[in-house]
């Protein structure tokens, strides 16, 4: 059972309800320095529902 918790709709991977189907999910800094903030990481793994 995923119990990745993604409150992204819009991606390929999201269930639709609360969760995320991929088998894994990549987790990325947006920063040049190492991320000290919530909004400095973001998943990697999304893709946009076409
Ligand atoms: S791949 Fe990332 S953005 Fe997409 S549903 Fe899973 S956790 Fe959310």
Known sequence: MNEIKCNVTNCMY???????????????SQCKKEPCKC???????FAPKN
Do not use: D, I, L, M
């Open 14 to 28: 999201h269930s639709g309800t609360t969760n995320c189907t991929a088998k894994e999910v990549q987790v990325a």
């Open 39 to 45: 909004s400095e990481t973001e998943c990697g793994t």
